[in-house]
T-cell receptor
Framework: NAGVMQNPRHLVRRRGQEARLRCSPM?????VYWYRQLPEEGLKFMVY????????ESGMPKERFSAEFPKEGPSILRIQQVVRGDSAAYFC?????????????FGPGTRLTVT | DQQVKQNSPSLSVQEGRISILNCDYT??????FLWYKKYPAEGPTFLIS?????DKNEDGRFTVFLNKSAKHLSLHIVPSQPGDSAVYFC??????????FGTGTRLKVLA
């Protein structure tokens, strides 16, 4: 049973470009969460999605960031017009449907570097 | 405002001894707490959790203790093994998904 998959593992973008980060949840999981970890900090919640629905995006910056989880395919975190401060590790986690969303299973992360 | 704090950035322990990792939180509404382990270049791996209705939860070599009055939880690893060397994050939340993570403690178990 494959775990949470994220790609790319490393992404380098120049300032002003767009970054697209992909996340495929564990088989059978329908809840996806995105976290960001800045250097020397803990993971910070960004957004919680279910298929075709954004449930909670209270941790997302108001501009340039968007997320989706379409009916088919992976969840996508999109950052437009990247700036140096967007350089971080972005982790995706998933959990199964139903009441038991307590434990989230994380992917290996995408390390974004903005030059 | 750091609602979940891990005040020790690093800890070294001899193999076979007990490792104690500490975590403090400020929000009394938190009702679920988790510990994750993270190796370099990997995502966090779930270790153990505890709800606020309990004060202790045990799983093999790992035990989590919760002191609600002190808003403090700890993770005990006994006996410590070299493979336990990693960064450990505590996380806390209310409701079921929006966890606040601490900044982590790097544990090094010496052979």
């Amino acid at each position: 049973n494959a775990g949470v998959m994220q790609n790319p593992r490393h992404l380098v973008r120049r300032r002003g470009q767009e970054a697209r980060l992909r996340c495929s949840p564990m088989k059978g999981h329908s809840h996806v969460y995105w976290y960001r970890q800045l250097p020397e900090e803990g993971l910070k919640f960004m957004v919680y999605l279910q298929k075709e629905n954004i449930i909670d995006e209270s941790g997302m910056p108001k501009e340039r960031f968007s997320a989706e989880f379409p009916k088919e395919g992976p969840s996508i975190l999109r950052i437009q017009q990247v700036v140096r401060g967007d350089s971080a590790a972005y982790f995706c986690a998933s959990s199964p449907p139903g009441l038991g969303t307590y434990e989230q299973y994380f992917g290996p992360g995408t390390r974004l570097t903005v030059t | 405002d750091q609602q979940v704090k891990q005040n020790s950035p690093s800890l070294s322990v001899q193999e076979g001894r007990i490792s104690i990792l500490n975590c403090d939180y400020t929000n009394s509404m938190f009702d679920y707490f988790l510990w994750y382990k993270k190796y370099p270049a990997e995502g966090p791996t779930f270790l153990i959790s505890i709800s606020s209705i309990k004060d202790k939860n045990e799983d093999g070599r790992f035990t989590v203790f919760l002191n609600k009055s002190a808003k403090h939880l700890s993770l005990h690893i006994v006996p410590s093994q070299p493979g336990d060397s990693a960064v450990y994050f505590c996380a806390a939340g209310s409701g079921t998904y929006k966890y606040i993570f601490g900044t982590g403690t790097r544990l090094k178990v010496l052979a």
